[in-house]
């Protein structure tokens, strides 16, 4: 079981940067991969981008391509989300979630997940 608590959303002006943060809790997070997803109101939800157990290999929507960096740092058991240069079109709940096989950018294949952070662009 795992659990996942993510912050660091908020408010920001168009081209502004945000970082958000997931926790997680359990011994065993440095064994799953981890994904950032996302959805925007009266939208489904949307994969952003996917960190490998390890951290040495990394995946994103092309939309966030050059514009988001997901990383990880497991001795703290927290990925990251680094967004910059956002958009108005970003304005979204991010989610956080879990995936015990291989990194993935299906959200069909993640395993647990968090309760999401709200992050709006302001144009």
């Known amino acids: 079981q795992v659990q996942l608590v993510e912050s660091g959303g908020g408010l920001v002006q168009a081209g502004g940067s945000l970082r958000l943060s997931c926790a997680a809790s359990?011994?065993?997070?440095?064994?799953?991969?981890m994904g950032w997803f996302r959805q925007a109101s009266g939208k489904g939800r949307e994969f952003v981008a996917a960190i490998s157990r390890g951290g040495g290999s990394t995946y994103y929507a092309d939309y966030g391509k050059g514009r988001f960096t997901i990383s990880r740092d497991n001795a703290k058991n927290t990925v990251y989300l680094q967004m910059n240069s956002l958009k108005p079109e970003d304005t979204a709940v991010y989610y956080c979630?879990?995936?015990?096989?291989?990194?993935?950018?299906?959200?069909?294949?993640?395993?647990?997940w968090g309760q999401g952070t709200q992050v709006t662009v302001s144009s």
């Open positions: 979630a879990a995936d015990a096989g291989y990194t993935s950018s299906a959200s069909r294949n993640y395993d647990y």
């Open positions: 359990g011994r065993t997070f440095s064994s799953y991969a």
